[in-house]
């Protein structure tokens, strides 16, 4: 059964960092993203990236204060965020795509459990 593990999530002050990692067993999937959901909110893309490493997408809100990366021979991605703000505030959910990279959450087969980012101000 393939399963989906993150981990990094916590408790930070407003203008802080995390790194979030996650690490997928069985196979090497085609895409791999991070998406997220606070109370009472929808789930929303955060960013993803290909098998290669070589292409990533990012959300509006997330750009030029994150980043994605990948190792597929360990087959885990991680996702580097800094200047947090309170309204980064949610579950933040690793999942994996068979065939392709997509930032709708419809495309995606696999989803971890999820790990809890809280930023206070």
């Known amino acids: 059964q393939v399963q989906l593990v993150e981990s990094g999530g916590g408790l930070v002050q407003a203008g802080g960092s995390l790194r979030l990692s996650c690490t997928a067993s069985?196979?090497?999937?085609?895409?791999m993203g991070w998406f997220r959901q606070a109370p009472g909110k929808q789930r929303e893309f955060v960013a993803c990236?290909?098998?290669?490493?070589?292409?990533?997408y990012y959300a509006n809100s997330m750009k030029g204060r994150s980043a994605i990366s990948r190792d597929s021979a360990k087959n885990t991605v991680s996702l580097q965020m800094n200047s947090l703000k309170p309204e980064d505030t949610a579950v933040y959910y690793c999942?994996?795509?068979?065939?392709?990279?997509?930032?709708?959450?419809?495309?995606?087969?696999?989803w971890g459990q999820g790990t809890q980012v809280t930023v206070s101000s």
């Open positions: 990236i290909t098998r290669s490493g070589g292409t990533t």
């Open positions: 069985g196979r090497i999937f085609s895409g």
């Open positions: 999942a994996a795509a068979r065939l392709r990279t997509t930032t709708s959450e419809y495309d995606y087969e696999y």
